[in-house]
């Protein structure tokens, strides 16, 4: 499956943006999808997962009650609202897809990923 990332750009502290993430093939449905994201000089971390049906979702400690992880089964798409930017939100976003529909925090657990987009807060 290839994933396309979009949305990503600069914002004030305090602002909104919304990342969306298209995937391809037909069996978008079977995929639990997450959201990853990599400052400079760190590792990639875990922002937040959705299941299948998008019923149940998993959020990191430090975006909960600001982001807001949705999909779109049948435009195949995951979207990541964000809310509440912070200067420390500044990173490249990347979407994942785990074909076997584990929802899980561990980026070794996906199997396919987007490009990234780039989310720049200014304070």
């Known amino acids: 499956v290839q994933l396309q990332a979009s949305g990503g750009g600069l914002v004030q502290a305090g602002g909104s943006l919304r990342l969306s993430c298209v995937a391809s093939?037909?069996?978008?449905?079977?995929?639990?999808m997450g959201w990853f994201r990599q400052a400079p000089g760190k590792e990639r971390e875990f922002v937040t997962a959705?299941?299948?049906?998008?019923?149940?979702?998993y959020y990191a400690d430090s975006v909960k009650g600001r982001f807001t992880i949705s999909r779109d089964n049948a435009k195949n798409t995951v979207y990541l609202q964000m809310n509440s930017l912070k200067p420390e939100d500044t990173a490249v976003y990347y979407c994942?897809?785990?074909?076997?529909?584990?929802?899980?925090?561990?980026?070794?657990?996906?199997?396919?990923w987007g490009q990234g987009t780039q989310v720049t807060v200014s304070s």
């Open positions: 994942a897809a785990d074909t076997l529909g584990v929802l899980t925090s561990r980026p070794q657990e996906y199997d396919n």
């Open positions: 093939g037909r069996t978008f449905s079977n995929y639990a």
């Open positions: 959705i299941n299948r049906s998008g019923g149940s979702t």
